[in-house]
């Protein structure tokens, strides 16, 4: 469980894309859903600085997921990982009345470490973030060619937290303090 500190502001919609129907075939047998839970921790920043003002902004996260427990057992079971994501803001803002808007075209990207010493992969993509009271959470689907948990989809339970408490940061940048650059993330993510 994640230890919660002041957390940011940080409501979005990714815009949906457009999606091409498949012609019809016979249905293939559905694979057996596979569960991965585990807690990100990594570092997040703002270009530009997050500010009082609504600003298209690319918010980019790099970190390590760890505490993993896997459905899958034995030799090709997680053990751990890292995570990188790029998350493009048309819109974001430290103004809680400002809606922020999540682009089309973020993606994030596990790599894994399993049990046996090998690696695998899983870029998510369809990405949404909604945020309520402070905490956000993250969707995606993980795609379908990804080493591992293709097709399942992605929650994250987000707290982003500053170097200060951000809140009191976005106060003070409401007020006329320097932007927000830098900040970290704990998320409690699960695959399903």
């Known amino acids: 469980m994640s230890v919660r500190r002041s957390a940011v502001t940080v409501s979005a919609v990714l815009a949906a894309l457009a999606a091409g129907v498949a012609p019809a075939a016979e249905a293939a047998p559905a694979a057996a859903s596979e569960i991965l839970n585990c807690t990100v921790n990594a570092a997040v920043t703002f270009s530009p600085p997050l500010s009082a003002g609504p600003e298209a902004t690319t918010v980019t996260i790099g970190g390590?997921?760890?505490?993993?427990?896997?459905?899958?057992?034995?030799?090709?079971?997680?053990?751990?990982?890292?995570?990188?994501?790029?998350?493009?803001?048309?819109?974001?803002?430290?103004?809680?009345?400002?809606?922020?808007?999540?682009a089309p075209g973020s993606t994030a990207t596990f790599t894994w470490n399993l049990q046996n010493g090998t690696q695998a992969s899983s870029t998510i993509t369809d990405?949404?973030?909604?945020?309520?009271?402070?905490?956000g959470t993250l969707t995606g689907t993980v795609t379908g060619s990804s080493s591992r948990?293709?097709?399942?989809?992605?929650?994250?339970?987000?707290?982003?937290?500053s170097d200060q408490p951000i809140l009191d940061n976005c106060v003070d940048v409401l007020l006329g303090a320097p932007p927000i650059a830098h900040s970290t993330l704990t998320a409690v993510t699960a695959f399903s």
């Open 149 to 161: 948990l293709a097709g399942e989809t992605l929650t994250a339970a987000l707290n982003i937290d």
């Open 127 to 135: 990405i949404a973030v909604v945020e309520v009271d402070g905490a």
């Open 64 to 102: 390590t997921a760890t505490g993993c427990t896997d459905s899958q057992s034995g030799p090709t079971a997680v053990v751990g990982g890292t995570v990188t994501a790029t998350l493009t803001f048309g819109t974001l803002s430290c103004n809680p009345l400002t809606p922020p808007v999540l």
